[in-house]
């Protein structure tokens, strides 16, 4: 993961969750990717549908934990893509997946700032109602997604509008 990233992990999910470590909420962290590669912004949109995970560009996927004494832990997995071999990728093309990948990033860190409020909220509730309120921020989760078009509304695109 580039330095980029990392920060942009730490600014997005770290800067706007401090509430989880007063709450002493456990949380672990992992950042995947799987590897594309393309000459052309076509290319890559195609090489992000067929290996991307669930069909999608990145995925966000959050777990909670909660003990009997009211112990709770997220477990959080963000998927995304790593471009590799981008020699044959022209600057401005090149310039345009970054960009994309910048958007998709802060997308992805806002559903893992999502499952953070709902681990928070089972934590503040002192583990009670649990099913309830994982079942509210889960539906949270999915109108993120309908609202921003999965990100598209945020940048999640491909700007020159490449044909699929």
């Known amino acids: 993961m580039s330095f980029r990233s990392c920060l942009i992990l730490y600014l ?3 800067g706007a ?15 995947e990717s799987y590897l594309i590669s393309g000459s ?11 290996k991307g995970p669930d069909g999608n560009w990145g995925l966000t996927h959050w777990k909670i934990h909660w003990t009997p ?14 471009l590799v071999g981008s020699g044959t990728l022209s600057g401005t093309d090149r310039l ?10 802060t997308h992805e ?14 934590k503040r509730y002192d583990c009670k109602n649990t099913d309830q309120i994982a079942a509210y921020w889960k539906s949270v989760n999915k109108r993120f997604d309908l609202d921003t078009k ?7 695109d491909l700007a020159r509008k490449t044909k699929k």
């Not at 345009?96 to 990033?105: D, G, K, P, S, T």
Request: glycine share 6%; net charge negative; aromatic share 6%.
């Open 12 to 14: 997005c999910f770290f």
């Open 17 to 31: 969750s401090i509430h989880a470590d007063e709450l002493k909420i456990n949380k672990n962290i992992v950042v």
């Open 109 to 122: 860190n806002h559903h893992a700032r999502i499952g953070t409020y709902a681990a928070e909220e089972i």
């Open 40 to 50: 052309s912004l076509e290319n890559l949109w195609k090489e992000m549908d067929k």
């Open 69 to 82: 004494g009211c112990d709770v832990s997220i477990d959080i997995t963000i998927t995304l893509p790593k």
């Open 96 to 105: 345009i997946f970054e960009r994309m990948l910048v958007a998709l990033e």
């Open 150 to 156: 999965h990100g598209q509304r945020e940048g999640v």
